[in-house]
């Protein structure tokens, strides 16, 4: 019963504070009619490349560049959380740690994916929505 009465109590408690949260956005000093900058990330291909010493080595010879992506090809997405339409989910789970921390910061940075026969590089960079 002592834990019930704990949980409760303590859900309680949390709802009040996050309630609370509401007002921080004027105490911050941005009024409640203006709106947040809203972003985009641009995705281009820097370069799809292609270790043919591995692919001879250790595939028989077999393989060629990504066949999923062109160099230079651009994407731009609006939410970092969803996978552009064309993209490969393999390359979005090898640069999504990139893509959301280039929506926080702003920084432009490169990621690549981690296919080591066949890697494709990509510029990630945030642009006004």
């Given at each position: 019963?002592?834990?019930?009465?704990?949980?409760?109590?303590?859900?309680?408690?949390?709802?009040?504070?996050?309630?609370?949260?509401?007002?921080?956005?004027?105490?911050?000093?941005?009024?409640?009619?203006?709106?947040?900058?809203?972003?985009?990330?641009?995705?281009?291909?820097?370069?799809?490349?292609?270790?043919?010493?591995?692919?001879?080595?250790?595939?028989?010879?077999?393989?060629?560049?990504?066949p999923?992506?062109?160099?230079?090809?651009?994407?731009?997405?609006?939410?970092q959380?969803?996978?552009?339409?064309?993209?490969?989910?393999?390359?979005?789970?090898?640069?999504?740690?990139?893509?959301?921390?280039?929506?926080?910061?702003g920084a432009?940075?490169?990621g690549?994916?981690?296919?080591?026969?066949?890697?494709?590089?990509?510029?990630?960079?945030?642009?006004?929505?």
């Amino acid at each position: 019963m002592e834990r019930r009465r704990f949980l409760t109590g303590t859900v309680a408690a949390s709802a009040c504070a996050l309630a609370g949260l509401g007002g921080t956005a004027a105490a911050a000093g941005t009024d409640a009619g203006q709106t947040q900058k809203k972003y985009a990330c641009k995705l281009t291909v820097l370069r799809r490349g292609f270790e043919k010493e591995y692919a001879d080595k250790y595939r028989n010879g077999q393989g060629a560049p990504c066949p999923k992506f062109k160099d230079g090809q651009e994407f731009t997405i609006t939410s970092q959380w969803a996978l552009p339409p064309g993209f490969c989910e393999w390359a979005w789970g090898d640069i999504r740690t990139y893509i959301h921390d280039v929506f926080a910061t702003g920084a432009t940075t490169v990621g690549c994916c981690t296919d080591g026969f066949r890697p494709v590089f990509f510029k990630i960079e945030r642009i006004d929505a």
